[in-house]
């Protein structure tokens, strides 16, 4: 829709909410990044006359006389991502910070803690929810090599940002505290199995691979795996990779660390969070065009150092806004790829001592097909398929948490009936001891986790300066590996940011020639 809305048409207790895609409403009107309502819902066609604020984000008056007046200078928004965004007049408080991040993920407070423990720099971390409100919170918790390619362009981020959790665990011990406790953490070993000859075949060849790279890793014959993993049905054909120093950790315990631990930096005037408040659009320099800023939804920001894009798979809709200003074609091909998982309460017959993958899973197996594509909100029909491959574990909580399904689904967060059955009929195969419980009971103690994975079609995340936007910086697509990568790209981002050879090759990442020329 190209349906319009002129300020000057508003009565002051006049309210926009942009809801979630993940709360979608008949009467809303879709956008680029939620839906556009007006909250007292009275002359709506009335107020959809004149131009200034559009469906798709906002835009100024032809002579953009009203914004310049009602915010002292600002630009008039160009992209709105929000899940709320609230016309104000007057003034807008603005303030410096060296860095602004956009995106309250795994990934952005990583970027955060790692800039303000090895640099002096500020940081303001921007998010139009909260921490973990995205694919961060819905994850498993895997910080797992097992299923990981040696020798591929991720490897050696995968790798050293698999150490750097390992030394950041090692330092929260040598504190005194408990990591089991605090983040989840539980050095299960990982457990990628097989039930064919041909897929032990490919498991045995994983475990050369692994083994050649450094990692530890041995293969076990179905017999062999029984006597590990009693409750583990695999065939007399099947087989295991098994990883011994794969941890899991809980993604939220984790994130609510890190960030108690970046807060500690507010007395320093060199932190502050800036949640429930959207970034509403970029500022640009008069002189060189350069990303100087943010204004969110209550303030300006800007940054001087860098502006980093870290907003997962809100990423896409985020930016192409901006590029709308630009001399230049800027595309960030990030789709949100949605995800299923249950937790359920651990049936008292089944006991899981590592973490559990199946095989199919690393090579996104397609399972099934939606049975009605066509009823769903879709982003490209051609892609819109269901694959369900077998995860399992026991989190610190005691929880038996199954997975794993993907699916693109547009920004879908509503769970489906046929997802999570299918997920627990194909966990239900490895897990014999599942077709002696009902779903609905195991249910009745847990939940459903859904998540949106920024998703990128090589694989491969994007980390890196835009070119000819030497101030703008993403961290985005690492689709569901971002918790795994988070301290790598960490490092990776900051290291840039400071001109400083990167640790690990950062060239596969670049956002040169896959998301503009």
């Given amino acids: 829709m190209a349906g319009l809305i002129s300020p000057s048409t508003l009565s002051s207790g006049d309210c926009f909410s942009f809801s979630p895609l993940c709360r979608q409403n008949p009467c809303d009107l879709p956008t680029v990044a939620g839906f556009f309502r007006i909250k007292n819902g009275a002359g709506l066609h009335q107020k959809m006359k004149r131009a200034h604020f559009r469906v798709s984000g906002i835009s100024a008056n032809t002579d953009g006389s009203m914004f310049k007046n009602r915010i002292s200078g600002a630009r008039p928004s160009k992209s709105l991502v929000s899940s709320e965004y609230s016309y104000s007049p007057g003034a807008l408080e603005k303030l410096d910070f060296d860095i602004v991040i956009i995106g309250a993920g795994i990934i952005g407070l990583t970027i ?52 750097l959790w390992e030394e950041f665990v090692q330092e929260v ?68 990779a098994f990883v011994p120093d794969d941890s899991q950790i809980d993604a939220k315990l984790a994130v609510s660390f890190i960030q108690e631990k970046n807060r500690a930096f507010s007395s320093q005037g060199r932190y502050e969070e800036f949640f429930e408040e959207p970034a509403v659009h970029f500022l640009r320099s008069n002189l060189k065009g350069h990303i100087e800023g943010v204004q969110t939804s209550k303030r300006v920001l800007h940054g001087n150092k860098a502006v980093i894009i870290a907003a997962g798979a809100w990423s896409c809709s985020l930016i192409e806004k901006m590029a709308e200003e630009l001399s230049f074609p800027l595309h960030v091909p990030v789709k949100p790829r949605k995800g299923h998982l249950l937790v359920l309460e651990r049936p008292q017959t089944l006991q899981l001592n590592h973490g559990l993958m199946e095989i199919g899973y690393c090579n996104h ?15 490209d029909s051609s892609l819109h398929t269901l694959s369900v491959s077998m995860t399992a574990t026991i989190d610190s909580e005691g929880s038996l948490v199954l997975g794993s399904s993907r699916q693109f689904a547009g920004f879908d967060c509503q769970p489906e009936d046929v997802v999570v059955n299918s997920i627990y009929e194909r966990a239900a195969k490895f897990l014999p001891a599942l077709n002696n419980n009902s779903l609905r009971e195991l249910l009745k103690g847990g939940h459903i986790r859904i998540g949106l994975r920024p998703y990128m079609s090589d694989g491969k995340p994007v980390i890196g300066p835009v070119p000819n936007l030497p101030k703008l910086m993403l961290a985005t697509g690492h689709e569901g590996a971002g918790l795994c990568m988070a301290f790598g790209t960490a490092e990776m981002v900051v290291d840039m940011i400071l001109d400083n050879a990167t640790k690990v090759d950062c060239r596969p990442f670049s956002p040169k020639d896959r998301c503009c020329k």
């Fill in 112 to 163: 955060a803690r790692q800039v303000l423990l090895n640099t002096d720099l500020s940081v303001a971390i921007v998010d139009a929810k909260g921490p973990c409100a995205g694919a961060t919170g819905a994850g498993q918790g895997y910080i797992w090599m097992g299923y990981r390619t040696p020798e591929s362009d991720k490897w050696e981020l995968e790798a050293r940002s698999k150490q």
């Fill in 173 to 240: 011990e040598a504190s005194g505290l408990e990591p089991l406790k605090l983040l989840g953490w539980k050095k299960t070993g990982s457990l990628l199995v097989g039930t064919t000859s041909e897929e032990s075949a490919a498991l045995q060849e994983r475990v050369k691979l692994l083994t050649k790279a450094g990692i530890r890793a041995e293969f076990f014959s179905a017999s062999s795996m029984h006597l590990m993993e009693p409750a583990v049905e695999v065939g007399k054909e099947g087989g295991a």
């Fill in 365 to 379: 197996q397609i399972a099934s097909v939606l049975p009605d594509a066509s009823s769903t909100n879709v982003v």
